[in-house]
């Protein structure tokens, strides 16, 4: 199984950026042929999904309150993936996982729901400042 670390987060103003990473360890051999996806949570309210990535990095979904605003993408030869977050609001304060897929080469065609992911990270605060 893979441990996944997330990092990048932070404190930042409303319209700023921030690019979250996501690194794999453990068995990473097969990190490649696995969707990778951000959710995030913040206080008080369920886990939602934000964005996702298939394994080829050549499909990619988002919750439609970060569309044109947030850039999932990866980077199979380091196990990593990256969330870049632009023009933050202050309602985009949370705490943000990264997730593994259960399957292996799953076929992308939007967004996957909590149940989907097998691996998650312990998260990364992101603050927004209004």
């Known amino acids: 199984q893979v441990q996944l670390l997330e990092s990048g987060g932070g404190l930042v103003q409303a319209g700023e950026s921030l690019t979250l990473t996501c690194a794999a360890s453990?068995?990473?051999?097969?990190?490649?042929?696995?969707?990778m996806a951000w959710f995030r949570q913040a206080p008080g309210k369920e886990r939602e999904f934000v964005a996702i990535?298939?394994?080829?990095?050549?499909?990619?979904f988002y919750a439609d309150s970060v569309k044109g605003r947030f850039t999932i993408s990866r980077d199979n030869w380091k196990n990593t993936v990256y969330l870049q977050m632009a023009a933050l609001k202050p309602e985009d304060t949370a705490i943000y996982y990264c997730?593994?897929?259960?399957?292996?080469?799953?076929?992308?065609?939007?967004?996957?729901?909590?149940?989907?992911?097998?691996?998650w990270g312990q998260g990364t605060q992101v603050t927004v400042s209004s």
């Open positions: 453990g068995h990473t051999g097969t990190f490649s042929l696995y969707a």
């Open positions: 990535i298939n394994w080829r990095g050549s499909s990619m």
């Open positions: 997730a593994a897929d259960r399957n292996m080469q799953r076929a992308v065609t939007g967004p996957l729901g909590f149940f989907d992911f097998g691996s």
